[in-house]
């Protein structure tokens, strides 16, 4: 069936980096975007960007800082964010979503965690 | 960039009851809509897209309406699975961005 399946949670320290992966199945990688989106603690939706699976070009929210990379492995139907120099503020859930229309399907949520 | 704001922020209502929550968007959208509806610790479920098509799957008791600026979710009549958080999202350019939700609880 058609998913995302994500990487496992992480705990980090400040200043640490963290690479989550979104890998696709069931349909063909390409076809559509991916994009990323997050759910600090206690907090609503946040969208944060996406990528473009046949150009690799990515798209960045207005105010995410060069810290964070969307990145593909077409070979392997895999997306990835990587987040750089870690602070507790990007404590998180975060997700990829499927572009085909909306957001269609989601992965099932890495959560990232910051703390000393 | 488009600026969508959801009311009621939060709502109050008992199984059985028909609610409606609202989204507007700060400029016209056309049709360019979606609604998801999220549970704590689940990914986010997308029930309408293009403002009103229902997404496959989703029950028909929810459905939305709406064009240009202003548009509505509708659950006909709640039942215990639908308590959670709705969003609404601009999907015409990005970003793509989300309204601030709408926390529906049981009366």
């Known amino acids: 069936q058609v998913q995302l399946v994500q990487s496992g949670s992480e705990l980090k320290k400040p200043g640490a980096s963290v690479k989550v992966s979104c890998k696709a199945s069931?349909?063909?990688?390409?076809?559509?975007?991916i994009n990323w989106v997050r759910q600090a603690p206690g907090q609503g939706l946040e969208w944060m960007g996406g990528?473009?699976?046949?150009?690799?070009?990515?798209t960045y929210a207005q105010g995410l800082t060069g810290r964070f990379v969307f990145s593909l492995d077409t070979s392997v139907s895999t997306a990835y964010l990587q987040i750089s120099s870690l602070k507790a503020e990007d404590t998180a859930v975060y997700y990829c979503a499927r572009v085909r229309g909306a957001f269609d399907i989601w992965g099932q949520g890495t959560m990232v965690t910051v703390s000393p | 960039d488009i600026q969508l704001t959801q009311s009621p922020s939060f709502l109050s209502a008992s199984v059985g009851d028909r609610v409606t929550i609202t989204c507007r968007a700060s400029q016209g959208i056309s049709s360019y809509l979606a609604w998801y509806q999220k549970k704590p610790g689940k990914a986010p479920n997308l029930l309408i897209y293009a403002a009103s098509t229902l997404q496959s799957g989703v029950p028909s008791r929810f459905s939305g309406s709406g064009s240009g600026t202003e548009f509505t979710l509708t659950i006909g009549s709640l039942q215990p699975e639908d308590f959670a958080a709705y969003y609404c999202q601009v999907l015409n350019l990005y970003p793509y961005t989300f309204g601030q939700g709408t926390k529906l609880e049981i009366k």
């Open positions: 069931g349909y063909t990688f390409t076809s559509y975007a």
């Open positions: 990528i473009n699976t046949n150009s690799g070009n990515p």
